[in-house]
């Protein structure tokens, strides 16, 4: 479908009158090569795995994988709730890496609840090298 500039403005404005992100929409390609570019270096998907099972000391002795598993292609469980959390590596979860809001949001409230503080674009751009390594 081809839409004349007109209709996409419209579109763009109801899009941002119901609260829809449209600038934030995204594919895990573009987020990751975001990260790559603020860190100034490609993304180790050796050092992201590290960087995802290694449990930390700190309030909560927790590792991304408590929740997320150590195979992000499966789903996971919430080691509070005891919720099902979806599977992580976007080939096996269409959903993922694809809304920076959501996704910075969540580095950002997992990092210092695991780590103690928040990662650095280079420690986000391991782990979605490894995340992007897994497939299908
Ligand atoms: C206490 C449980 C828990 C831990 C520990 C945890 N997460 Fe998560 N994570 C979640 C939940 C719950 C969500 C959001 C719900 C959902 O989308 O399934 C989420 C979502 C995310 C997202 C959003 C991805 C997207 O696009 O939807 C990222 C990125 C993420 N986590 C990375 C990490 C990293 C990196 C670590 C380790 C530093 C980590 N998580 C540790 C529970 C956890």
Redesign the pocket.
Known sequence: MTLSPLARCALALLAAAAGVPLAQAATPAELLAGYVKQAGAPGSPERGQR??NTKFDGDFN???A???TADPSQP?T???SG?P??P?APAFNP?????LT??EF??KL??K???GRE?SAGEKAD?MSWLLSLKR
């Open positions: 960087l995802f927790w590792s991304c408590t929740c997320h996971g919430h080691a509070v919720k959390v979806k992580l959903e993922r890496f694809t809304n959501q996704v969540h580095f997992n990092c609840d695991v780590i990662c782990v």
